[in-house]
């Protein structure tokens, strides 16, 4: 289908439930979602190496992984066809340590944008991933603390910052 197909089959999509549960929020989130895949088109007219649509399933590939590396909770890989999950649970819910290397790294690449910034940090949140997949955490002391013991008796801005809006 070409892009004008996308947003009228989108659009008849989002009639089947989201406009009726969420307005026209909903369509135009579902109109975005139908639009999504086919984004590389607008990569390709920039002259960019990889096409944008190759990023996107790096980004999504990369979320899935890291939910069912970090926590317990089985992440459906294959859902609606099998409701089996995988989770490994090897950091723990408030662990500080992969939120301060997400966010200094982001800090970093924001004055010194380029390759080596954000290489360095997701080559060093894998490696403190790897690490913890064989390790547990420590009870007590700084690094209890840094591996989440702090999140029970912490403010709840404190464990928002972390992304933590359950508890």
Avoid at 65 to 73: E, G, K, M, T
Avoid at 98 to 107: D, E, N, R, S
Avoid at 136 to 157: E, I, V
Wanted: hydrophobic letters at 50%; glycine letters at 14%.
């Amino acid at each position: 289908m070409k892009l004008p197909e996308h947003v009228a089959f989108s659009a008849l999509l989002a009639q089947l439930g989201a406009q009726q549960d969420y307005g026209p929020t909903g369509t135009a989130l579902v109109i975005a979602a139908g639009l999504l895949p086919d984004l590389d088109g607008l990569t390709i007219l920039g002259g960019w190496r990889c096409p944008l649509w190759c990023w996107l399933q790096l980004s999504v590939l990369a979320h899935l992984v890291s939910d069912f590396l970090f926590y317990r909770w089985p992440v459906q890989l294959l859902w609606p066809f099998s409701s089996r999950g995988v989770g490994f649970g090897w950091i723990g819910w408030n662990d500080l340590i992969p939120t301060l290397i997400l966010y200094g790294g982001v800090a970093l690449a924001i004055v010194w944008p380029g390759y080596l910034v954000a290489a360095a940090s997701l080559g060093l949140l894998a490696l403190y991933v790897g690490w913890r997949g064989f390790r547990s955490p420590a009870p007590w002391g700084w690094a209890g603390w840094l591996t989440g013991a702090w999140a029970p008796r912490g403010p709840r801005l404190c464990r928002w910052l972390t992304g933590d809006f359950v508890t």
